[in-house]
């Protein structure tokens, strides 16, 4: 059994694998600090299962207050490798905000490593995302392209800055690191800004699904308990495995069109979509496509989700997540 300390634990992502980090048999310090980017209700919800686990425990605290409140909420015990999973999420959004976005992710980043520093704590997977990638030509994306002026969005320079700090502290403290960039996650308990819940709410509402550009923008889905078995992977490699820094896909190697996305739901909830054209957002990239053979030889990594299968689960998820309101 080994001590895992999670932040983003509450989110979507963060909850299914708190769930799955148990299951496997390790102890989980859950850290968030429940960012109201969306309600806090939906955010303990996630997090019910766990909260009665006699393996897992909590701590409210946000990682832009330095490395004294890590220090100060923190007991002292054993740590054996942290997953990084908190951050201010959403690419639109960071083009509005983009100073929050760089405190967030970039600072509460740099409090986090510190403490680790402190702590004598040397394994980090670390999530960022496949928006760091931006319009990059060649396809499928490779761990290997050079990114140095590629990101397009606030949110993802962020993303990227988070792995030249993890780079940093390979380099001068010897971390083991694995970066793992994250392709368009989906599934039971999506946060409702994303475009399947969205999709999916206004299919049932009667109204049009408002598609940005001309619907042949791609992205690379990925079913949430796939992606949470990649870094359950992760955190077994690095604790059997010194001297790592490697940076990896965590994606599905199947681009699905906007304009195929928009059918398979309306599929999924038994509603034919009406469709209401816009010009693209800004930050948005045309495509995003993973190179996986990195993580599956190093991993074992596999996705096994259909699109179809997936849509299934997050539309079931949804009904019953509305009936418990009831």
Not at 138 to 143: A, G
Request: charged share 20%; aromatic share 10%.
């Amino acid at each position: 059994m080994a001590s895992i300390l999670l932040t983003g634990c509450a989110g979507f992502i963060g909850s299914h694998l708190a769930e799955r980090l148990l299951h496997d048999g390790h102890r989980v310090i859950g850290l968030d600090n429940f960012d109201p980017f969306y309600d806090r209700i939906l955010k303990e919800r996630n997090l019910a299962a766990c909260q009665t686990h006699p393996r897992f425990s909590f701590h409210e605290i946000d990682l832009r207050h330095g490395t004294d409140a890590l220090v100060d909420a923190l007991p002292a015990d054993p740590v054996d490798v942290v997953v990084h999973l908190a951050a201010k999420a959403g690419v639109g959004p960071s083009v509005r905000e983009p100073a929050a976005y760089l405190e967030n992710n970039v600072l509460g980043t740099a409090h986090l490593l510190e403490w680790m520093r402190g702590r004598d704590i040397g394994k980090l997977f670390f999530a960022s995302s496949s928006s760091v990638y931006g319009n990059t030509r060649e396809q499928p994306f490779r761990e290997d392209l050079p990114l140095l002026s590629s990101c397009i969005s606030p949110y993802a320079a962020s993303k990227l800055s988070g792995e030249q700090l993890t780079a940093t502290y390979h380099h001068l403290y010897g971390f083991n690191v694995l970066n793992a960039r994250f392709f368009t996650v989906y599934g039971p308990r999506q946060r409702p800004d994303l475009a399947i819940h969205k999709f999916v709410r206004l299919l049932r509402a009667g109204e049009a699904i408002p598609v940005f550009g001309d619907g042949s923008t791609a992205r690379d889905y990925t079913f949430v308990l796939d992606t949470v078995d990649g870094i359950a992977r992760g955190v077994d490699y690095l604790l059997t495995h010194e001297g790592v820094y490697e940076t990896l896909n965590l994606g599905n190697e199947q681009p699905v069109a906007l304009l195929e996305l928009v059918a398979a739901v309306g599929r999924a909830v038994y509603v034919e979509p009406r469709l209401e054209f816009r010009p693209m957002q800004p930050g948005d990239v045309d495509v995003t496509y993973a190179d996986i053979s990195r993580a599956r030889q190093l991993l074992g990594y596999a996705p096994q989700t259909s699109l179809a299968d997936g849509l299934t689960a997050f539309v079931d998820w949804l009904d019953a997540s509305e009936q418990n309101l009831l």
